[in-house]
């Protein structure tokens, strides 16, 4: 795992640290939509942040709505 950031299918996520919580959160980066995970390790955030990637692209699916896609980087 990357010390600044997670990727999943082609999304990258943040990483933050709660002291208050005792817990590490995120969310997806370079999307329109709201798409949060926590855990209280890495490995558990990491497989949060999979489990929300997955899940928003399954719910996208079954409602029939096109999920965002992460900004590529570069413009035309």
Do not use: W
Not at 43 to 55: M, N, T
């Amino acid at each position: 795992m990357s010390d600044k950031v997670l990727t999943h299918k082609g999304y990258v996520s943040s990483i933050e640290t709660s002291l208050d919580d005792d817990c590490l959160y995120g969310q997806v980066l370079y999307i329109n939509d709201l798409v949060n995970y926590e855990g209280h390790t890495p490995s558990e955030l990491k497989a949060a942040f999979v489990e929300a990637v997955d899940f928003y692209l399954r719910k996208c699916e079954e409602t029939g709505l096109n999920p965002d896609k992460p900004f590529s980087g570069s413009f035309n």
